[in-house]
């Protein structure tokens, strides 16, 4: 393949890539936006008819809240993947089409350096589901018990304890150094 081509190609790829982040993102908060808009309505609900029908209907928005979570894992996943393989891969390239200076980083080599990305839209995440998952949880086993509250409430807690995991997992940068490294390789050889 000629250089013009490889450029241009690498250069398409980049532009694509980063459409289907935005994309991603826009699709990841609108999921956000759905979660607190269902839980506030849930709970306001269940709360508001409390003569008929009782607080263990809290259960119902904590594991929706999960679920949702498990959907902005997997959006969070997929942006990371395509972030990882453009740092990988495509920056490499074009930063070598345009002479592109080593000690200015790419996109995606400036977001995997420490200190460009913050907890906080994790932790917020995780806490709105804290916030319905615990007093459900507790309401059920307390003053709320029904026959299959332990199971019912152990579920909970071991789909949040994924929950946790896993977000915790994909919001880490590079857990293992290994994109540092490789950005300092290819700087190195620019």
Not at 32 to 49: H, R, Y
Not at 73 to 82: G, P
Not at 112 to 124: F, N, S, W
Not at 135 to 144: A, F, K, R, T
Request: a positive charge.
């Amino acid at each position: 393949m000629n250089s013009e081509k490889c450029n241009q190609l690498a250069w398409n790829l980049f532009v694509e890539l980063r459409k289907e982040i935005v994309e991603s993102q826009r699709v990841r908060a609108q999921i956000v936006g759905v979660k607190i808009t269902f839980l506030g309505a849930s709970v306001g609900l269940i709360v508001a008819n409390l003569a008929k029908n009782g607080l263990y209907l809290l259960v119902v928005p904590a594991f929706a809240a999960i679920f949702f979570d498990f959907l902005l894992i997997n959006y969070s996943a997929s942006i990371k993947r395509i972030g990882r393989y453009t740092l990988l891969y495509v920056e490499p390239q074009l930063r070598s089409d345009w002479g592109w200076p080593a000690h200015y980083p790419l996109w995606e080599g400036y977001m995997a350096m420490p200190g460009t990305r913050g907890p906080a839209a994790v932790i917020g995440n995780i806490g709105l589901t804290g916030l319905v998952l615990l007093p459900s949880v507790g309401l059920i086993l307390g003053p709320y018990s029904f026959p299959y509250s332990p199971l019912v409430a152990a579920a909970l807690m071991i789909l949040f304890a994924i929950d946790l995991t896993y977000s915790w997992r994909v919001s880490r940068r590079d857990p293992h150094g290994e994109l540092q490294e490789r950005a300092a390789q290819q700087d190195a050889c620019s």
